[in-house]
């Protein structure tokens, strides 16, 4: 942000930085083994794909990769900024580009927006029924839908559960900040939006990492639909 107006974007003005290394990363299982794919920021395809006086829209395209160089599932971010506005809409399409085998297991993947530390960062959470809480910025805040009829928030002081909830959190200091929110937050479970303080960071799980047995009870509408082979001993198979 240009926070004193001179026409410059300077680091201190930063509301985000670059300690995470990608804004998006996959974990893979392969047996035992787990191995990390982060999205390249080496050389991605920038394109202005749509420009205009009232909008823009800014295509990032690249593929995600391990730290031995090996890439796994490309990606395509699509930045939408609307004049007069703050507000940046983000559409996230990861491509199975994945050949060697009929379905990839997926640990997690999610998109992590690193805040600029400052001192006095405060994290507020829409919680059940509209009401804003208010969390000190070393606490962890996690939103949850892991069931289409079960929506949950934990933080230090309050743990509520729903059938459907809210999917937002502001991360801001007196002159600057950061909101994050997901649409359609229970039509996509499961699905995670978090406050992470040992990163710093605003984290958004599309795939977020589950327990071995958390969907074993779905009776019939796991052995019916995509669901067996998608939620399966605490992993995706894509």
């Given at each position: 942000?240009?926070?004193?107006?001179?026409?410059?974007?300077?680091p201190?003005e930063a509301i985000?930085n670059?300690?995470?290394a990608g804004p998006?990363?996959?974990t893979?299982?392969?047996?035992?083994?787990?191995?990390?794919y982060v999205s390249?920021?080496?050389a991605?395809r920038v394109e202005i794909e749509?420009?205009?006086?009232?909008?823009?829209?800014?295509?990032?395209s690249?593929?995600?990769?391990?730290?031995?160089?090996d890439?796994?599932?490309?990606?395509?971010?699509?930045y939408y900024f609307?004049?007069?506005s703050g507000?940046v809409?983000?559409?996230?399409?990861?491509?199975?580009?994945?050949t060697?085998q009929a379905?990839?297991?997926?640990?997690?993947y999610?998109?992590?927006?690193?805040v600029?530390p400052r001192?006095?960062?405060?994290?507020r959470?829409e919680a059940a029924?509209g009401?804003?809480l208010e969390t000190?910025a070393?606490?962890?805040?996690t939103?949850?839908?892991d069931?289409?009829d079960?929506w949950?928030?934990?933080?230090?002081?309050?743990?509520q559960?729903?059938?459907?909830g809210p999917?937002?959190?502001?991360v801001s200091?007196?002159?600057?900040g950061?909101?994050v929110?997901l649409r359609d937050?229970?039509?996509?479970?499961?699905s995670?939006?978090?406050?992470?303080?040992?990163?710093?960071?605003v984290?958004?799980?599309?795939?977020?990492?589950f327990?071995?047995d958390?969907?074993a009870d779905l009776g019939d509408a796991?052995?019916?639909?995509?669901?067996?082979?998608?939620?399966?001993d605490?992993?995706?198979?894509l």
């Amino acid at each position: 942000l240009d926070v004193n107006g001179d026409g410059r974007y300077t680091p201190d003005e930063a509301i985000l930085n670059e300690r995470i290394a990608g804004p998006s990363s996959l974990t893979v299982r392969d047996g035992d083994q787990l191995d990390g794919y982060v999205s390249s920021l080496d050389a991605p395809r920038v394109e202005i794909e749509r420009e205009g006086a009232l909008s823009t829209i800014v295509k990032v395209s690249g593929a995600h990769a391990n730290r031995d160089g090996d890439e796994l599932f490309r990606f395509v971010s699509r930045y939408y900024f609307t004049a007069d506005s703050g507000l940046v809409r983000v559409q996230h399409t990861v491509e199975n580009d994945q050949t060697e085998q009929a379905l990839t297991r997926i640990e997690d993947y999610g998109m992590g927006l690193p805040v600029t530390p400052r001192q006095d960062v405060t994290v507020r959470t829409e919680a059940a029924g509209g009401e804003l809480l208010e969390t000190p910025a070393d606490a962890e805040v996690t939103l949850v839908q892991d069931l289409d009829d079960h929506w949950s928030l934990m933080a230090p002081a309050t743990h509520q559960e729903g059938e459907h909830g809210p999917a937002a959190i502001d991360v801001s200091t007196t002159d600057r900040g950061l909101w994050v929110g997901l649409r359609d937050f229970w039509q996509k479970w499961p699905s995670s939006l978090a406050w992470e303080p040992e990163l710093g960071a605003v984290s958004i799980y599309l795939l977020p990492p589950f327990e071995d047995d958390r969907y074993a009870d779905l009776g019939d509408a796991v052995v019916s639909d995509r669901l067996y082979y998608h939620l399966r001993d605490g992993g995706y198979r894509l």
